[in-house]
């Protein structure tokens, strides 16, 4: 599928998109605008909007699937995963007091993430291939903040806008890709000390290590892939929990500790 808008007008949309997030605006979602929009613009939009921050000194510190389990997509209305990139200082220290300001409405989602030892290039690699590909694997939160007021968006929205990326926070307790199997790994969120989301690691792709997979699969369309060393975040596994001031989260992982983060 090649792209249907031309280079200006992807630079335009990647310029529109960038400063919602850098200036905490709500924007309508893009194909109201630009109906004619499809999948690789969006794509295109992503990319022009990630060399624009590494031109501007910002550095790319990971990257993130997203919707990539049924809670997500029938929370999202959408059927397809995406994926974005995770800039330096969109991290957030374990325990850390973030800032509210830095959102427009933060969601708080529960994830597995992976660090990679080898590339990962091409389609149809196994979950057997990403765990011999894979150094060691960590619990972590994302923090979404989609640009979209009302959260109102499509796949081609979503994945134009780094796929809501604008946070997340690392545990303390990394385990080795054999030390269990993640698709049972447990979950268990608490909002305020009260119980709100849980699920086991299979909610994504039926294995976490499916979406880096599938990840390594969506960057081949664009003959990029998975550079060994990779941090990748493979996608919430609940649905996200939207936070409001004052809210604290923490998140409880099978064998692997807690994750926590409050929102002054
Ligand atoms: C899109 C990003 C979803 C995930 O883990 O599923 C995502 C959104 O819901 O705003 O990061
Ligand atoms: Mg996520």
Redesign the pocket.
Known sequence: MGCNLDQGTIEKIAEHCENAELNCQEIIKLTDDYPDMNFADATAVQWQMRRNKEARGTRIVGM??????W???N??G?TQ??Y?FLCDYFSYADGATVPFSDFIHP?V?A?VAFVTNKDLKGRGISVDEVMAATEFVVPAL?I???R?KD?K?DLTS?MA?N???RGFVIGSKAAAPDACDWSTLGVVMEKNGKLVELGAGAA?LDHPAASVAMLAEMLADIDEFIPAGTFV????ITA?VLAEPGDSFSVRYQNMGNVTLSFS
Not at 64 to 69: E, F, P, V, Y
Request: one cysteine or more; a negative charge; proline letters at 3%.
């Open positions: 993130k699937m997203g919707l990539t389990s809670a997500k997509m929370q999202m959408v995963p995406c974005g969601k989602e994830e994302e979404i903040d989609s979209y959260f968006f979503v806008d796929s809501s990326s994504v975040m493979t996608g919430g996200a």
